[in-house]
């Protein structure tokens, strides 16, 4: 059985950092971070491919690190300079395709169970 378990995840203040974690059962070619704030439809944060590619959403570029460990099978977000705006369930997606996936949500057939972060001002 596939299992994607994140953790985590809490409160901050603005400005402040925090890092998310994301262990698997099994290695995947591509994983990413989804978030989905209340109201809003979830969307992709980063994507990081097995060999190391990865992709953004133009919100976090430059505040928003994601790694992989491959021998962990564990995934990684370093998030910095962290906005009230950021607050929302962060996800961890897994897939495993030929090609990266990138940010491409339907790609992505295994999820976790999600980790709440909420950035205060």
């Known amino acids: 059985q596939v299992r994607l378990v994140e953790s985590g995840g809490g409160s901050v203040q603005a400005g402040g950092s925090q890092q998310l974690s994301c262990t698997t059962s099994?290695?995947?070619?591509?994983m990413a971070w989804f978030r989905q704030a209340p109201g809003k439809k979830r969307e992709g944060v980063a994507g990081i491919s097995s060999a190391g590619s990865t992709t953004y959403a133009d919100s976090v570029k430059g505040r928003f690190t994601i790694s992989r460990d491959n021998a962990k099978n564990t995934l990684y977000l370093q998030m910095t300079n962290l906005k009230p705006e950021d607050t929302a369930m962060y996800y961890c997606?897994?897939?495993?395709?030929?090609?990266?996936?990138?940010?491409?949500?339907?790609?992505?057939?295994?999820w976790g169970q999600g980790t709440q972060v909420t950035v205060s001002s």
């Open positions: 099994r290695s995947f070619s591509s």
């Open positions: 997606a897994a897939a495993n395709r030929g090609v990266f996936a990138g940010l491409l949500m339907q790609w992505y057939n295994y």
